[in-house]
């Protein structure tokens, strides 16, 4: 049973530029969330998917975008990259009716220089 | 912005001593959640109590609640070096609904020497 996968694991991009990370859920799973977590930082929420719509947004600008597939799997894009955009981006998947827990993917690592 | 804050930001620990992390958050919860991270990795869930709990085990885990005070404190007895991680906690507000948005502390840094 695979568990919550991101690709890539490592990402450097330019500022100004923009960015698309990858997620698929564990398998079962039809809720899709994103954190952004900085350096030292806890996890910081940036959006929720569920049946293909964004149910719910932290304080994000809306540069940060996302999309989720009838498979479940999503992206989120970055666009007009900033330095500050730095960051440690995390995947959780759960199921809309089932436990609380969440389930974390291993991250994907984005450089902005 | 970060919903809570762990107390202490680190802690240093000789391997089988007990550690205690410490939570405190602002807003009425749902539940609080306590993940674990090895170097800037993924989470890991390790215990969730509810806001009707005051206190859970597991292994040897103890989760304590106090919404009164709007704090937490997550036991780790008989620590282990594998134990070394950073560990956070996390609630989910009320108004979260069902959309079961997680707001997480800053994080204390664990680091249990063998």
């Known amino acids: 049973d695979a568990g919550v996968t991101q690709s890539p694991t490592h990402l450097i991009k330019t500022r100004g530029q923009q960015v698309t990370l990858r997620c698929s859920p564990k398998?079962?799973?039809?809720?899709v969330s994103w954190y952004q977590q900085a350096l030292g930082q806890g996890p910081q929420f940036i959006f929720q998917y569920y049946e293909e719509e964004e149910r719910q947004r932290g304080n994000f600008p809306d540069r940060f975008s996302g999309h989720q597939f009838p498979n479940y799997s999503s992206e989120l894009n970055v666009n007009a990259l900033l330095l500050g955009d730095s960051a440690l981006y995390l995947c959780a998947s759960s199921l809309r009716a089932g436990r609380v827990e969440q389930y974390f993917g291993p991250g994907t690592r984005l450089t902005v220089t | 912005s970060q919903q809570g804050e762990e107390d202490p930001q680190a802690l240093s620990i000789q391997e089988g001593e007990n550690a205690t992390m410490n939570c405190s958050y602002k807003?009425?919860?749902?539940?609080l959640q306590w993940y674990r991270q090895n170097s800037g990795r993924g989470l890991v869930h390790l215990i969730l109590?509810?806001?009707?709990?005051r206190e859970k085990h597991s292994g040897r885990l103890r989760v304590t609640l106090d919404t009164s005070k709007k704090s937490s404190s997550l036991l780790i007895t008989a620590s282990r070096a594998a134990d070394t991680a950073s560990y956070f906690c996390?609630?989910?507000?009320?108004?979260?609904?069902?959309?079961?948005?997680?707001?997480f502390g800053s994080g204390t840094q664990l680091t249990v020497l063998p």
């Open positions: 807003t009425s919860i749902n539940n």
């Open positions: 398998s079962g799973h039809d809720t």
């Open positions: 996390a609630t989910e507000p009320l108004s979260s609904g069902s959309a079961r948005q997680l707001t």
């Open positions: 109590i509810r806001s009707n709990e």
